[in-house]
């Protein structure tokens, strides 16, 4: 387990700090990795009562990826929106695992990066929505689970490794995205006079 969430992490630190201008969004972003790579350990860990370490993690640093673009009041609802079905489908996967074993559900989870990232253009808003909705997913599965289980139900480490994963098909998309679009701006690029296409 170790292994594979430190191999995310470090995969995503690469290409944070690669291929992502130096700007405020790459330093938090590498923020992020480093604060994830640190508390491995911790994830486990409770903070604030009875809200799990991970969620609170994900919820500040989605809230500031979400807030870097200003949106109208109708965009900040989609989070919460988005959350509600993620929680559904993981209280499900939780209570028949065996489905999670398909490998239907990985494309699934590509399909749904694939129409956040036509939502969202711009990087910023993308890494905050996607946070964002793991961190209110799993908070109310946490409290569902909570009433309906006598012990509190915890989210491991697994719940961190989903969000790496998910981060990097959206670097992988995004990425494609800028590279189709600086092709295009470099066709339509209109010539100089006594210019000739080669």
Known sequence: MAAIYYWYAWFLALIIFFFIPSSHLRSRLLLFIWIIMCTYTLADLQLMGSLP???FLLGIFGT???KIRRKNMIQHFWPIV??????????FLLVQPVWSRLPGVYLAVIFFLFILHKIFRDLPSLIGVWLLINAFGTLWSYLVLSIYILEEPMFNQQTIIF???????LFIMYGVYRLKLSLQQKKIKPLRKGGAYV
Not at 83 to 91: D, I, N, P
Not at 163 to 169: F, I, R, S, T
């Open 53 to 55: 370490f991970s969620i």
């Open 64 to 66: 500031y990826f979400w």
């Open 82 to 91: 988005l959350s509600v079905g993620y929680t559904a489908v993981q209280l």
């Open 163 to 169: 969000v790496l994963k998910g981060m990097v098909a």
